[in-house]
């Protein structure tokens, strides 16, 4: 379940950092890029680079919210343990 739930964040992540990187590297030239004042002293290929995976990871951030947002009460709080494992602060019923 966590490798599908996962994936569910990864690929569409992945998808939309394409396009973005398409729709903002179409309009921005990574030569003319600063930061801090300072031009960004990475090649054109380095600047693509970088802005995927930041595009990349916000994204990710973004799907993952979503993702926890979207699990019921019972998968949050559930109890990770078997029933015969669990502490006397977990209760022994079938559902924790």
């Given at each position: 379940?966590?490798s599908q739930r996962l994936m569910w964040i990864i690929w569409?992540?992945?998808?939309?950092?394409?396009?973005?990187?398409?729709?903002?590297?179409?309009?921005?030239?990574?030569?003319?890029?600063?930061?801090?004042?300072?031009?960004?002293?990475?090649?054109?290929?380095?600047?693509?680079?970088?802005?995927?995976?930041?595009?990349?990871?916000?994204?990710?951030?973004?799907?993952?919210?979503?993702?926890?947002?979207?699990?019921?009460?019972?998968?949050?709080?559930?109890?990770?343990?078997?029933?015969?494992?669990?502490?006397?602060?977990?209760?022994?019923?079938?559902?924790?």
């Amino acid at each position: 379940m966590l490798s599908q739930r996962l994936m569910w964040i990864i690929w569409p992540a992945f998808l939309v950092a394409g396009v973005l990187e398409v729709l903002v590297f179409a309009m921005v030239d990574p030569q003319d890029l600063q930061w801090f004042g300072q031009p960004v002293e990475l090649s054109r290929q380095g600047v693509y680079t970088v802005a995927f995976f930041v595009f990349w990871a916000i994204t990710m951030l973004a799907s993952g919210l979503t993702t926890l947002l979207s699990m019921s009460p019972f998968e949050v709080n559930r109890c990770p343990l078997p029933v015969s494992a669990r502490p006397e602060s977990c209760p022994k019923q079938g559902r924790c």
